[in-house]
């Protein structure tokens, strides 16, 4: 293979590049960039002749990259992002902003913070778009790699690359509809493992240990269901609970607590925020419950983008006003 030409390179060339390596598509990658379909694969061909290599080839699931592009991909983004950086004028004017910011946030956060970011954000600059990304696998690469600007979620040990700050504190509730019999008195360790629980837990996507899924260095919580807390209750009194269903997603949790006899466990905030809709009322659990930080977490390398700050201070003003 000769040596690329890089006097002969087109920078936009790579933002193409790096828009398929993401998208997976040409017209998805397009509409990113603003460009039509046909500009894209004209984009595509180019770089195929001066990197002498297919890149992506098309499939059933979209654009598959090849070998090289695979191998190429996350140091030619990281790249892109320290230019973007480097350029980026060395203040953030949010009213007058035209910028794509990728969150990612698990379910809880969906529902509970960014409501009130995206009241903020609209208010302080209606020009700037968030994408939001599930909370899951990767994560911790996405951030390494620039491709995510802000991860929100209950973390535990967090790599010195990586900012962090903790939003507030969060607590389990026990939730039960609000005609079941057991709702009428306070719910007793005894009557509580009386009754089928439903947990939120972990899908078989994610590589969970005791409810934490670690990658790369840094602990993520998936499951909070004081499983350790309720169980030494239990065991000092000799007694078993008994779990009917789990489910992957904690905001499915209300509307099936509302049409069944099931007691689940769920964040406070959630259950606050369910409590009418769903007919359903909370209850402190018959022990001692552990409270857990919810935090955002960033890449240091991004923090100091005036961008990628004012971003973070909306986080933390939403979230002081829950």
């Known amino acids: 293979m000769g040596p690329i ?4 390179l087109d920078l936009n060339l790579l933002r193409v590049f790096d828009a398929l390596l993401e998208e997976r598509s040409v017209t998805k990658a397009g509409e990113r960039l603003g460009l039509t379909a046909s500009a894209v694969s004209h984009a595509l061909n180019r770089l195929r002749l001066a990197l002498k290599d297919d890149l992506f080839m098309r499939g059933p699931n979209g654009m598959q990259p090849t070998l090289r592009a695979l191998d190429i991909g996350p140091r030619l983004h990281q790249t892109l992002l320290q230019l973007r950086t480097a350029l980026a004028p060395a203040e953030f004017f949010p009213a007058d902003a035209e910028r794509e910011f990728t969150i990612a946030s698990s379910d809880y956060g969906i529902l509970v913070v960014l409501p009130a970011v995206m009241a903020l954000v609209r208010k302080q600059a209606p020009q700037v778009v968030l994408r939001v990304w599930p909370l899951g696998e990767g994560t911790s690469e996405n951030l390494d790699s620039g491709r995510v600007d802000l991860a929100i979620g209950a973390f535990g040990k967090v790599p010195e690359r990586f900012g962090s700050l903790k939003l507030f504190s969060e607590v389990m509730v026990w939730v039960l509809r609000s005609d079941h019999p057991s709702a009428s008195g306070p719910l007793t360790l005894d009557r509580l493992v009386e009754l089928p629980h439903l947990i939120p837990a972990t899908g078989p996507q994610e590589s969970a240990v005791g409810g934490i899924v670690v990658e790369h260095g840094l602990e993520r919580y998936v499951s909070r269901d004081e499983s350790s807390e309720l ?6 009194r000799g007694i078993r609970r008994m779990i009917a269903m789990t489910v992957p997603n904690v905001l499915a949790v209300p ?20 409590a009418s809709r769903y007919r359903l009322k ?3 659990p018959p022990y001692a419950p552990a409270a857990y930080a919810y935090s955002m977490i960033w890449h240091k390398t991004q923090g100091v983008d005036p961008g990628n700050a004012w971003l973070r201070e909306i986080f933390r003003e939403a979230a002081a006003a829950l």
């Open 282 to 284: 909370f209850f402190e």
């Open 5 to 8: 030409q890089f006097d002969h």
């Open 255 to 274: 509307s099936i607590v509302e049409q069944s006899d099931m007691a689940a466990l769920i964040p406070r905030r959630v259950a606050l925020s369910a």
């Open 231 to 236: 169980k030494e209750a239990l065991a000092a």
